[in-house]
């Protein structure tokens, strides 16, 4: 089966969105342009450093000289909710952010979850460069991203993460509604 790539080259809309309840909640990146909806599942950890990710990026990318905002413009911020139907068309495994020197923007990949990233699953790797040589049968979602807007992503996707369960103020676990096992209480209901 070949792959499909599901480009952006100006997204009306690309957002991170959770659905369910904290501690059970299914994370999303989705894009729209035009009529055009495309959604990707992930995990709560890839939406977190893809957003810190891109902040340090365009910090970077500042400090050289390049026109980025230090602050995201309001009018960017989007914290409206996923559009339905959400279907995920692909669950991610590996993703990647590269600055774009010749037009500005950041590109923003991310690929279909692969045996390969299944078995790699402990430790979540970020790359800093562009999926060149995809596989035939790995689908890919390519969304550029102006630095106002990316870094409007960015600010939006850490509120969904954080919009959790709060942390443990002894370990730093998510907490429980009913508690939980705290190992810095010495396995005492926190």
């Known amino acids: 089966m070949a792959h499909r790539v599901y480009a952006f080259e100006t997204p009306d809309r690309f957002v991170a969105g959770a659905v369910g309840q904290p501690g059970g909640r299914t994370f999303y990146l989705q894009a729209r342009e035009g009529t055009r909806v495309v959604t990707v599942a992930l995990e709560k950890v890839q939406v977190a450093i893809l957003a810190e990710r891109l902040t340090e990026l365009l910090a970077e990318v500042r400090g050289r000289g390049a026109d980025v905002p230090e602050e995201p413009p309001a009018?960017?911020?989007?914290?409206?909710?996923?559009?339905?139907?959400?279907?995920?068309?692909?669950?991610?495994?590996?993703?990647?952010?590269?600055?774009?020197?010749?037009?500005?923007?950041?590109?923003?990949?991310?690929?279909e979850v692969t045996e390969e990233d299944e078995e790699d699953e402990d430790e979540p790797e970020a790359v800093d460069a562009p999926v060149e040589d995809v596989d035939d049968d790995i689908d890919l979602m390519r969304i550029r991203l102006e630095p106002g807007r990316a870094l409007a992503f960015a600010a939006q996707a850490l509120e969904i993460v954080a919009a959790g369960r709060p942390p443990c103020p002894f370990c730093g676990q998510p907490l429980n509604p009913e508690g939980h096992i705290c190992p810095r209480r010495n396995g005492y209901m926190h």
Not at 85 to 96: H, N, W
């Open 75 to 111: 009018a960017e911020l989007d914290r409206n909710p996923l559009e339905e139907p959400i279907v995920a068309a692909f669950r991610v495994g590996t993703m990647a952010i590269v600055w774009d020197g010749d037009d500005e923007t950041v590109l923003v990949e991310a690929r």
